[in-house]
């Protein structure tokens, strides 16, 4: 067994860690890269499973199976985290946006205004790959989706991935290179490979982090228990970076003794640093749907562009403003996805789904053990929020979604039925998320109302950073993939 020693022990390879990982490298700084799922190695030698690289699907296979047990009335919650170098933008829809300018301006964070971000925005759309589909890429639905917006009003937008623009409906930008979800092993990782700097410790669970006279070290949970495959025992490091993600960060923090004391020693662990909204502040964009089924006509139009190429579930985008959108910027996605197989997905039906971009409801994150094999109590909170500006904006968004169904060029190919209802009971029984949480460990200038500093800093623990989206005080009005990498990019540019 090892015992490694290093100056920056990343933990999490996801979306932000591999960025912040990759940079460092590059950057000439030893790093020690801790991910609990596999590393398939560089892309070039074809070792990743096909249902990671096939972009027109969301991949299941690799995934931590949080969920949130029965709830009287509804489904329960599934809670998709990806488990894999690469992490969520190893799995998820490769959509890529970046919200409004006015969402990072309104995060007041010295450092993190839209224009000192725009160059690390830039990076990462140039590093992921990033680009709009053509109007020949068009799939037979979303061609008809395109007509039926147009028809209903909407500005035909090709600047969806664009910070300065407003509402709009268009062909949607993406990470996605030959049909392969191009994610952030790919992008920040392969690069760096070959260096010397970098120690990629794969399918290994971080326990908890302890700062030591001396630096910090970093446990690993119990190996016997895990399908490791590394031989590493232990590891030190000068500075440690959590980039675990929105329910892995605050876990590990709160492991290590970081959070609400009193909480802490209700599940066994005991009080290193009060940091009582550790876990905290837990937010998403709500989501619902309108749908139809699908005419045999279309039916056999989406098998046969299947036959001929690349047919993704989901290719166009409509942003829109509801009646709360007092800020004049849009505060709604509706996004028509339409499965080319009859996947559990859509039912094998043709959806509008439409999210909610600004949340006012918030949530919780909480180990339920200090055992880290033992998923943490997720609770999202949706719809919570005593002004029910989340319910309001849906149910505006869900009127949006029926006009655009009920358009000739979709009308035409999906089967007619009676439009949803749209009252307040069937929005709350049917509320899904949008993959999207954020928030756990927010940034902020004053200590009592935030986790870390506006550098990443843990407050109160010198050389413990954090850099993946669970820094978002508030979410932006976008997926959060190319967020999460812009805040990779950010942080090691802090870093060095
Ligand atoms: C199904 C799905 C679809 C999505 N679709 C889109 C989309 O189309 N576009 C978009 O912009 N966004 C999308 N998102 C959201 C986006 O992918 C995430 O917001 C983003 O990837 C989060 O990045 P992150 O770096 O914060 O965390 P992650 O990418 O989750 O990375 C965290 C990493 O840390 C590892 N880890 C966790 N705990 C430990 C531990 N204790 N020890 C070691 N390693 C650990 C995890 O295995 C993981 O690799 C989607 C998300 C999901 C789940």
Known sequence: MTDLSTEVVVVGGGSAGAVVAGRLVEADVDVVL???????????????????????????????????????????????????????????????????????????LPGWSTDELRPFVAAALERMRVRTYADAEATPFHARCLDAARSAGWRIASDLCDLDANEGFGLETVNVVDGVRWNTAFAYLDPVRHSPGLRIVAETVVDRVERGASGWSVSLADRSTSAGTDDVRSITADAVILAAGVYGTPSILQRSGVGDPDRLRSVGVEPVVESPLVGANLHDHPMVNAGRELTPGLRTEIDEAVRRGFVPE????????????????????????????????????????????????????????????????????????????????????????????????????????????VDDEAIHRDVQHYFHPVGTTPMGTDPATSVCDHRGRVNGLDGLVVADVSLMPQIPRANTNIPAVMIGERIADLLT
């Open 314 to 421: 989901e290719q166009t985008l409509g942003k829109a403003r509801s009646s709360r959108a007092t800020d004049g910027i849009f505060d709604l996605h509706l996004f028509p996805v339409c499965a080319s197989a009859q996947t559990t997905l859509t039912g094998g039906r043709a959806l509008v789904e439409v999210a909610c971009m600004t949340p006012a409801s918030r949530g919780q994150v909480h180990i339920a053990s200090p055992d880290p094999s033992q998923a943490p109590h997720i609770d999202h909170g949706y719809l919570t929020d005593p002004s029910a500006h989340d319910l309001t904006v849906l149910r505006d968004g869900l009127a949006m979604a029926e006009e655009l169904l009920g358009q000739p060029a979709l009308a035409a190919a999906l089967v007619p039925e009676r439009p949803r209802d």
């Open 34 to 108: 801790v991910e609990a799922g596999p590393d398939y190695g560089p892309f070039v030698d074809g070792r990743w499973p096909a249902e990671i690289l096939d972009a027109t699907a969301l991949a299941t296979t690799h995934d931590w199976g949080y969920h949130s047990g029965p709830i009287p009335g509804r489904e329960p919650w599934s809670r998709e985290r990806a488990r894999i170098l690469g992490g969520c933008s190893a799995h998820n829809g490769a959509i890529a946006a970046v919200g409004h300018a006015s969402d990072y301006d309104g995060w007041g």
